[in-house]
């Protein structure tokens, strides 16, 4: 039988951590400076290629069509990184709300009270 998989706290932490990290990636990917500080070789929103002279007409649709994918490819991940983030915030409001609905699991009869309708209604 497979292994139960546990959906906790401690498990949502850790979602959250990965997507902050890979959030946190985007910005250098783009800038070129790459993911975690290394060095690739240029920003992808400048992607050049060299594919002939500029008279070379597939050349020079190739160098056209590589620097729009690059630039494509850079929006995407920003794209990324705002789901990402909002995916956070969204579990972070999630166990936030479910924190203190455990905590109102405590509430004694005498203190629920006070929130009854005690006229009106039915």
Do not use: W
């Amino acid at each position: 039988m497979p292994e139960k998989i546990v959906v906790d706290d401690q498990f949502l932490d850790q979602c959250m951590n990965v997507m902050t990290a890979v959030a946190a990636q985007v910005p250098g990917v783009i800038s070129g400076s790459g993911a975690g500080g290394g060095s690739v070789a240029m920003p992808l929103t400048a992607c050049d290629v060299t594919a002939g002279a500029p008279s070379f007409k597939p050349g020079a649709e190739l160098k056209t069509m590589v620097s729009t994918r690059g630039a494509d490819v850079g929006k995407r991940l920003v794209d990324l990184a705002h789901t990402l983030e909002a995916r956070v915030n969204g579990v972070k409001n999630y166990l936030t709300d479910t924190n203190s609905t455990e905590s109102l699991n405590q509430v004694s009869a005498s203190e629920f009270t006070p929130y009854m309708q005690t006229s009106g209604g039915m």
